[in-house]
């Protein structure tokens, strides 16, 4: 039986180790000492913990991902400011031009 609870207290050290060391630890330990020094106590605490834990730094492919989408939308965005002033241009062509004081 003491076998028996020293692996399992070995496999529990070794997981402690592993959260160590990927920095898990220290990551809760600073929110819940955050959510412990906040004033006003939050209303959702486990909410409070998925917003603190989530400032972390974001994944390469994320950031890959949203430049790729962004300069994809800056492309549409200038097609479509160009596509605006060539339609305005060709509207003022069956526009009469607006007179200043021209209604009286």
Do not use: W
């Not at 998925?50 to 994809?72: A, F, K």
């Amino acid at each position: 039986m003491n076998d028996v609870f020293q692996a399992a207290e070995s496999k529990r050290e070794q997981f402690r180790r592993y959260l160590e060391k990927a920095g898990v630890l220290d990551s809760l330990t600073n929110v819940l000492v955050a959510l412990y020094e906040e004033t006003d106590k939050p209303n959702n605490a486990l909410e409070f913990i998925r917003l603190h834990l989530s400032t972390g730094e974001p994944d390469s492919g994320d950031v890959e991902t949203l430049c790729l989408e962004l300069t994809e939308l800056q492309q549409k965005y200038d097609a479509l400011l160009e596509e605006n002033r060539d339609l305005k241009n060709r509207l003022l062509q069956y526009e009469p031009p607006v007179e200043d004081g021209a209604a009286e």
